[in-house]
């Protein structure tokens, strides 16, 4: 592992260390971002399992943003997400946001999460 990747994963066991200390028991919302596309999902760490999903490489989204790696696009993800999440029941969730900045694309799938109907 380069030590590029070393700092990467140690940032985000720190920023998880944190979160499960916090959560109190609420669902993650974990977000993944490469450089053609942006995931995101629900997990439930005590059952260990994916509660809702979403990502720009779905069928729908694709059609509707040309380029699965801009902020519109992880908008759309966001807003998908927080729709599935909250048909599944879950309306409150802890924030996960690896190991990346809270700006850009991050920020802008938080923001549409939080007006799709989630709360963090």
Do not use: C, W
């Not at 040309?66 to 802890?94: M, P, T, W």
Request: glycine fraction near 10%; avoid cysteine; aromatic fraction near 6%.
């Amino acid at each position: 592992m380069s030590a590029q990747q070393d700092l990467r994963e140690r940032r985000r066991q720190r920023l998880r260390f944190q979160l499960r200390r916090k959560s109190g028991g609420r669902p993650r919302l974990s977000v993944f971002r490469s450089g053609k596309n942006i995931y995101a999902q629900v997990i439930d760490d005590v059952a260990g399992r994916t509660l809702a999903a979403a990502s720009s490489i779905e069928k729908d989204l694709r059609s509707a943003h040309k380029n699965g790696a801009d902020i519109a696009a992880a908008g759309a993800v966001g807003k998908l997400l927080a729709e599935r999440a909250v048909a599944a029941g879950v309306s409150k969730v802890v924030f996960d946001r690896g190991s990346y900045l809270y700006h850009g694309r991050i920020k802008a799938l938080a923001e549409a999460a939080r007006e799709g109907g989630l709360s963090f």
